[in-house]
């Protein structure tokens, strides 16, 4: 089979049909890419393009209240800083860590009117130089391209409101739930219409919505149900009547939620997280005529060649049947994995996505 582009390659993986081989990417943190580059990754290079990843494009919008956005400490080992949505947190500079979450502007439904009425669909959300710039590019590369999306439980309760405030919202004051999920998507998908009314189309829509943890899920079935599926079908069917296919991120053990992404009609579902309880197998075997399966790789074991050598030889022939497959690692590529053991795995799984 001839070589194909990135494009190409996504495109077969959705229409669950073969390809020369399965896509392949994947997100080090940033302490990675530093310990990559004092093992020689040239600084002025991507590592897309050092290990011959494939090629995705990306197209954001701009949803937020547009908050003040302002460092408030900073030192060698860390920074605090304020965000567009009104949070307050602190980032390691040389650690591969998730931010920690200090403070919020958002933390009742007054402060939430406030941020609602900022958070208009005006053009100047978009950055339409970069679009004029490099869409072309994208084009003339075969780039998959994605549009994100930023709206959901996961948004709401880690970079707007806080964890323990919007859970307890979910049981004592629903409405308001239902009132911050809606207008973020549906500022988000008026600014996307008007990228697409400009003839920057893309193939897919993305959005990350982490809806659970190690073997459990922040919320049950009925409140997933009542409160948030309206708006994840909403996007799935915008979507879909511009014939884009729509991609979810869900970090955690979503297991029971699975059935419900597959009716409401999720093209593919990321990043099936081993450790917490996901099965790529079990899900490739249940699953896998109605979902593409992105991840799925047990990063616990990628510094440990001989394990996940293993652990790839395990999966990769299974989850690979008949298309539906990308390849990368089941959260991000920790800084405990080296240059060399990177691209002994990506080797490895061109080798083994190969049809």
């Known amino acids: 089979m001839k070589v194909m582009t990135s494009r190409e390659r996504f495109q077969r993986m959705y229409e669950h049909r073969e390809a020369d081989r399965v896509p392949i990417i994947d997100s080090p943190w940033g302490a990675t890419i530093e310990r990559w580059q004092r093992e020689g990754l ?9 290990f011959g990843l494939d090629r995705v494009a990306h197209i954001g ?6 908050y003040p956005v302002h460092t408030v400490e900073e030192t060698d080992e860390y920074r605090i800083f304020t965000t567009a949505w009104g949070a307050t947190l602190k980032n390691w500079k040389h650690a591969a860590s998730t931010p920690e ?6 933390v009742d439904r007054q402060a939430w009117d406030a941020a609602k009425a900022r958070m208009q669909p005006d053009r100047d959300r978009i950055d339409w130089q970069h679009l004029e710039k490099n869409y072309p590019v994208w084009q003339r590369e075969g780039c998959w391209i994605q549009a994100g999306l930023w709206f959901g ?25 239902r009132d911050m999920f809606g207008h973020q998507l549906e ?12 003839g920057y189309h893309f193939d897919v829509v993305s959005w990350p919505d982490d809806m659970g943890y ?3 899920q922040f919320f049950s079935l009925d409140v997933y149900r009542e409160l948030l599926k309206p708006f994840h079908r909403r996007a799935v069917e915008w979507a879909h009547a511009r014939g884009v296919r729509a991609h979810l991120h869900s970090c955690g053990d979503v297991n029971p939620l699975v059935p419900e992404l597959v009716e409401i ?11 917490a309880g996901m099965d790529p197998v079990h899900l490739k075997r249940t699953w896998g005529e109605q979902l593409v399966l992105h991840g799925g790789i047990n990063a616990v074991l990628w510094e440990d060649a001989q394990a996940i050598q293993a652990e790839m030889g395990r999966v990769m022939p299974v989850l690979k049947e008949r298309g539906g497959y990308i390849f990368s690692s089941d959260h991000s590529v ?6 060399a053991e990177f691209g002994q795995i990506v080797e490895l799984a061109k080798k083994l996505g190969a049809y």
């Open 61 to 66: 919008v701009d949803s937020s209240p547009r």
């Open 42 to 50: 040239p600084a002025d290079t991507s590592y897309i393009d050092y």
């Open 153 to 177: 439980f996961d948004i709401t309760h880690s970079w707007t409101v806080g964890t323990e405030r919007l859970l307890c919202a979910l049981v004592e004051d629903p409405e308001w739930c």
């Open 187 to 198: 500022v988000n998908l008026a600014l996307l219409d008007l990228v697409w009314e400009a």
């Open 101 to 106: 979450f200090l403070d919020f502007t958002i």
């Open 214 to 216: 190690k073997h459990h």
């Open 334 to 339: 920790p800084s405990s994995v080296s240059l």
């Open 265 to 275: 009609g999720i093209d593919a579902l990321n990043p099936l997280e081993v450790k």
